[in-house]
């Protein structure tokens, strides 16, 4: 899977929109970008995903560049329970069998302030 | 929703010892995973499976084996546990679908192997 780059953590305040970045330069035209997120002590649990068009579903919305070379997450309204490391990837459609397994950077650890 | 079980989410076993771990799905996936997750190393994929009595070795195989008699289960074992395997041990799930391939885990085993 291509290499993706993200801030090592970020900051918000409850309730507040938060907007975490994703670059992914290197992406080629058969890529999905996809966001994963791990509360602690959690198993990593399925965010988003999209290939070329903005995406929302209840949990966040995908804003994704003309260009796709990068991507942004976004938490409309923060509460406590989405302080989590934060993944985005890569994930070739063509691929499949061991590739279909996940590999995730370090991610973005999302704090939030009450 | 999805829903993903595993068996326990807290361990404790002693070096050399036979160790069975279990998760079940509930959503009919034809894909199941199981991983491995270490600080500084992320997430490892261990072996696959795609269909039942099918399995793949995954990125880190060795001191591990699989079964999958039934679809909606899929277990580890570490035939002859040893210190190095303290980890926490994550199940996944995928339905067969190339255009989203969007895993879903279970809450994670923390095994301690002293």
């Known amino acids: 899977d291509a290499k993706t780059t993200q801030p090592n953590s970020m900051e918000s305040n409850e309730e507040e929109p938060v907007h975490l970045p994703c670059n992914h330069s290197t992406i080629s035209g058969t890529d999905y970008i996809h966001w994963y997120r791990q509360l602690p002590s959690q198993g990593p649990e399925y965010v988003i995903h999209g290939l070329t068009s903005n995406v929302n579903n209840r949990m966040a919305s995908l804003a994704i560049a003309e260009d796709r070379k990068s991507s942004t997450l976004i938490l409309h309204r923060a509460t406590l329970r989405d302080a989590a490391v934060y993944y985005c990837?890569?994930?070739?459609?063509?691929?499949?069998?061991?590739?279909?397994?996940?590999?995730f950077g370090k991610g973005t650890h999302l704090i939030i302030q009450p | 929703d999805v829903k993903v079980t595993q068996s326990s989410r807290y361990l404790v076993k002693r070096t050399g010892e036979k160790v069975f771990l279990e998760c079940v799905q509930d959503m009919d996936h034809e894909n199941m995973f199981w991983y491995r997750q270490d600080p500084g190393l992320g997430l490892r994929l261990i072996y696959f499976s795609y269909d039942v009595k099918m399995k793949e070795k995954g990125d880190i195989p060795e001191g591990y084996s699989v079964s999958r008699e039934k679809k909606e289960r899929f277990s580890l074992i570490l035939e002859s546990a040893s210190t190095n395997q303290t980890s926490m041990y994550l199940c996944?799930?995928?339905?067969?679908?190339?255009?989203?391939?969007?895993?879903?885990f279970g809450p994670g085993t923390r095994l301690t192997v002293t």
């Open positions: 996944a799930s995928a339905v067969w679908d190339k255009a989203s391939r969007e895993q879903y």
């Open positions: 990837i890569l994930r070739d459609r063509n691929s499949g069998g061991g590739a279909d397994g996940l590999t």
